[in-house]
């Protein structure tokens, strides 16, 4: 399954890598995920999820930021 998902779905040893490493630290994700057909099933959905987060903590500091709190 992962030569699939680089192969295939042209993802990149990296890629990979640091989705499997983003989703083991994830409460809800490191359940979900354990076994390479399950991260290749679940990885684009992992990876919105990632960005909207990464997203939310970087509005979330500017309006610390702003508000003087940081």
Same mark, same amino acid.
């Given at each position: 399954?992962?030569?699939? +998902?680089?192969?295939?779905?042209?993802?990149?040893?990296? *890629?990979? /890598?640091?989705?499997?490493?983003?989703?083991?630290?994830?409460?809800?994700?490191?359940?979900?995920?354990?076994?390479?057909?399950? +991260?290749?099933?679940?990885?684009?959905?992992?990876?919105? *999820?990632? /960005?909207?987060?990464?997203?939310?903590?970087?509005?979330?500091?500017?309006?610390?930021?702003?508000?003087?709190?940081?």
């Amino acid at each position: 399954e992962i030569d699939r +998902l680089m192969r295939l779905d042209n993802r990149s040893a990296d *890629q990979v /890598e640091r989705c499997i490493k983003w989703s083991q630290q994830h409460p809800f994700w490191k359940t979900v995920i354990l076994s390479p057909a399950k +991260l290749r099933a679940k990885y684009d959905q992992m990876r919105l *999820q990632a /960005e909207a987060e990464r997203r939310n903590r970087s509005a979330q500091g500017i309006t610390e930021f702003l508000r003087g709190e940081s």
